[in-house]
């Protein structure tokens, strides 16, 4: 397999990472490459399917792909980014009285 003439299917599942590498056929479908993965059978996919091509968002599953694309597999996220920063925050607080984590990294 020509590493020029390859597409990608990429999924991060809460425990395992999955990166597969498919020949590219003429004509293939994001949905096409999923399915040929074989990634269905190795873990449980997220329902409805949400694709993405390098990080932009599919409208259209059967989009059609360009060699060296990676159809990106979307899950929805399990908590909410802002409240990781809170609690980050709050267990390391920086303020009139308290060095930033800035200072610990220099000793």
């Keep these: ?7 990608w299917v990429a999924y ?4 395992q990472q999955f990166h597969i590498s498919l020949a590219f056929q003429e004509g293939m479908t ?3 490459a999923v399915e040929q993965s074989g990634i269905c059978s190795q873990t449980d996919l997220p329902e409805p399917l949400l694709l993405g091509i390098f990080g ?8 059609k792909l360009q ?24 267990e390391n607080p920086v303020g009139l009285y308290c060095r930033g984590n800035r200072f610990k990294q220099l000793k």
Excluded at 12 to 15: G, L
Excluded at 56 to 63: E, F, P, W, Y
Excluded at 67 to 90: C, F, M, Q, S
């Design 1 to 7: 397999m020509s590493k020029l003439a390859q597409v």
């Design 12 to 15: 991060a599942a809460q425990t």
């Design 30 to 32: 994001a949905l096409d």
């Design 56 to 63: 932009t968002r599919l409208q259209n599953l059967q989009q």
């Design 67 to 90: 060699i060296g694309d990676r159809v990106e597999i979307y899950r929805t996220l399990t908590i909410n980014p802002k409240d990781i920063r809170r609690k980050r925050a709050a």
